[in-house]
């Protein structure tokens, strides 16, 4: 990471900063998911790595979200009663708006690129309960 321009990290105005991905720490949130993180002030980007069958339970938040599939294939089950299937692969984006139910299965080891706005604070504090259970 590399800051220029102004302060460094979250919250920082007028600066601009450099990230590798490569350069950043995967953190394991279960055995079948790991992620990193990039965040700013109203935006987070995530790498998202899901192992063939891994499961992301079904939950909503307050942030908007977008979906996109760089390797792999993910089916999502949108909506309250999830009936909405869809399945997102490489080169493809899902748009989830605020408080859209929703679950997702790995249909084969996968890397989403995952943007939220605003940033994910249960992400960053820890407190994802619902991707933690396995």
């Known amino acids: ?12 105005r007028g600066g601009a900063t450099w990230y590798r991905w ?12 790991s992620r990193r993180l990039i965040t700013g002030e109203r935006m987070m ?4 790595y899901l192992k063939k069958g891994c499961v992301v339970p079904k939950h909503a938040h307050e942030n908007e979200q977008l979906t996109y599939i760089l390797e ?8 309250e ?10 080169g ?3 748009h989830l708006p605020s408080n ?9 080891d996968t890397l989403d690129v995952d943007v939220f706005s ?11 309960a619902y991707l933690r259970r396995k």
């Open 1 to 12: 990471m590399l800051t220029f321009g102004g302060r460094r990290g979250r919250g920082g």
């Open 22 to 33: 490569d350069d950043l720490a995967k953190e394991q949130v279960n055995a079948t998911l």
């Open 92 to 94: 493809e984006v899902l």
């Open 100 to 108: 859209v139910p929703h679950e997702a299965h790995a249909l084969e």
């Open 45 to 48: 980007l995530a790498h998202v």
């Open 81 to 90: 009663d999830g009936g909405h299937e869809v399945v997102v692969r490489a």
């Open 118 to 128: 605003p940033p994910r604070e249960d992400w960053l504090n820890k407190t994802d």
């Open 72 to 79: 792999g294939a993910l089916k999502f089950f949108v909506g």
